[in-house]
């Protein structure tokens, strides 16, 4: 009488691999839906849950890799899990990333202002109403800033245009269109074009403000990012005056 053998289990480590991966990955999550929804205060939405986030992919990687080499050195028949143990590898290794982006190259200083004026910034008006309960606050920081900025961010700098401030200012505001911000306001007597930036993860509000004014027969156009929350903005104020920029020189826009 043949006896038969039952499927190997899949090993313990491809199923602690795969819970790790699955934990991690509601850590991470938890941090912006908490602070969205007013559940967890900043710091711990963005350091403490990143943190654990992070840690825990690293875990999950490592784990998920060693249940994928035992189930490797298992006979051709018994190698059950290898998929999940792939799975669990390639989220914990995600995990890690997802953090890891804001300190991808260089350090950035701990700014959140910036602007391609840094001895006369463009000045906000209609947003201040916006900002009333915000911690940070518009009054630019002075000659420090302006010197920590010019060190990490040296190519932001004002855009010349050879057309007249009309022309010039609704192709400043065409751009603010093209970027999805939502407007603030657009007084062209002033030449002053007021907007809001919402951050994708955690929903951070950030205002600019675009100043265009007459310039050596054309047009000089300024531009100023700052944060409503965070002392630092792992350069995504800078990111954001850099691709305002760009969509400005770009014909059409």
């Given at each position: 009488m043949v006896q038969k053998v039952g499927r190997s289990p899949v090993s313990w480590l491809v199923l602690l691999g795969a819970g790790l991966a699955i934990a991690s990955a509601l850590v991470l999550l938890a941090g912006p839906v908490g602070y969205r929804l007013g559940v967890l205060p900043l710091r711990v939405a963005l350091l403490t849950m990143l943190t654990w986030g992070v840690y825990g992919g690293i875990a999950a990687a490592v784990v998920s890799l060693a249940g994928l080499v035992v189930t490797l050195a298992r006979p051709r028949g018994a190698?059950?899990?290898?998929?999940?143990?792939a799975i669990g590898l390639l989220v914990g290794l995600v995990l890690i990333g997802i953090p890891g982006r804001f300190r991808l190259g260089p350090p950035t200083p701990p700014i959140h202002d910036i602007t391609t004026d840094t001895q006369d910034p463009p000045e906000y008006v209609a947003v201040l109403p916006l900002r009333a309960d915000a911690p940070n606050t518009t009054v630019y920081g002075g000659e420090d800033i302006a010197a920590r900025q010019r060190e990490a961010y040296p190519d932001v700098r004002p855009l010349m245009?050879?057309?007249?401030?009309?022309?010039a200012f609704e192709r400043a505001l065409a751009a603010v269109r093209d970027m999805g911000w939502e407007l603030v306001a657009a007084d062209e007597a002033a030449g002053r074009i007021e907007a809001t930036d919402t951050t994708f993860w955690y929903g951070f509000k950030d205002d600019v403000v675009v100043r265009v004014r007459p310039a050596d027969g054309g047009s000089r156009v300024d531009v100023r990012s700052v944060s409503r929350v965070g002392g630092g903005d792992a350069g995504t104020n800078a990111k954001r005056v850099r691709a305002y920029l760009d969509a400005l020189m770009t014909p059409g826009s």
């Amino acid at each position: 009488m043949v006896q038969k053998v039952g499927r190997s289990p899949v090993s313990w480590l491809v199923l602690l691999g795969a819970g790790l991966a699955i934990a991690s990955a509601l850590v991470l999550l938890a941090g912006p839906v908490g602070y969205r929804l007013g559940v967890l205060p900043l710091r711990v939405a963005l350091l403490t849950m990143l943190t654990w986030g992070v840690y825990g992919g690293i875990a999950a990687a490592v784990v998920s890799l060693a249940g994928l080499v035992v189930t490797l050195a298992r006979p051709r028949g018994a190698r059950r899990g290898i998929l999940t143990a792939a799975i669990g590898l390639l989220v914990g290794l995600v995990l890690i990333g997802i953090p890891g982006r804001f300190r991808l190259g260089p350090p950035t200083p701990p700014i959140h202002d910036i602007t391609t004026d840094t001895q006369d910034p463009p000045e906000y008006v209609a947003v201040l109403p916006l900002r009333a309960d915000a911690p940070n606050t518009t009054v630019y920081g002075g000659e420090d800033i302006a010197a920590r900025q010019r060190e990490a961010y040296p190519d932001v700098r004002p855009l010349m245009l050879s057309v007249p401030p009309p022309q010039a200012f609704e192709r400043a505001l065409a751009a603010v269109r093209d970027m999805g911000w939502e407007l603030v306001a657009a007084d062209e007597a002033a030449g002053r074009i007021e907007a809001t930036d919402t951050t994708f993860w955690y929903g951070f509000k950030d205002d600019v403000v675009v100043r265009v004014r007459p310039a050596d027969g054309g047009s000089r156009v300024d531009v100023r990012s700052v944060s409503r929350v965070g002392g630092g903005d792992a350069g995504t104020n800078a990111k954001r005056v850099r691709a305002y920029l760009d969509a400005l020189m770009t014909p059409g826009s």
